[in-house]
């Protein structure tokens, strides 16, 4: 028996993007969602101080990245300097493997804007 192919929506990424540091949203592809995202930013930035502090605390090693799932969709942070993270939102259909990889691709040159 064969897996039914990925439907558009789940092989498509088409994530807001949120690049954020100590919650002061820096970055967004969707002007609409700017505003929003500001108040979201704080929460999210709280939210993921505190896992890499757990993380450390644990010796469970540095925070990489991580991923929330909600009723509502997927929320995938990424580590990019230790003072500067990428959030994607994404939809329930997207594969977060697949996420995964692109953020991680992505990461490097991100870096390397931000060390100027």
Known sequence: MTSPAPSPAQDSLDPIRA???DGVLLETDTPAFHAA???LAA???TLFRTSRKAA???DAGELHNSLLV???GKLLFQTVTPDYFL???LDT??????ALFEVSRATGSL???LAY
């Open 93 to 98: 259909t997207v594969y977060a493997g697949k």
């Open 37 to 39: 995202a500001e108040s």
């Open 111 to 113: 870096q390397e804007e």
């Open 70 to 72: 909600t009723e509502q």
């Open 43 to 45: 929460e999210y930035a």
């Open 56 to 58: 450390g605390n644990t």
């Open 19 to 21: 690049l954020c540091d």
């Open 87 to 89: 959030v994607l939102l």
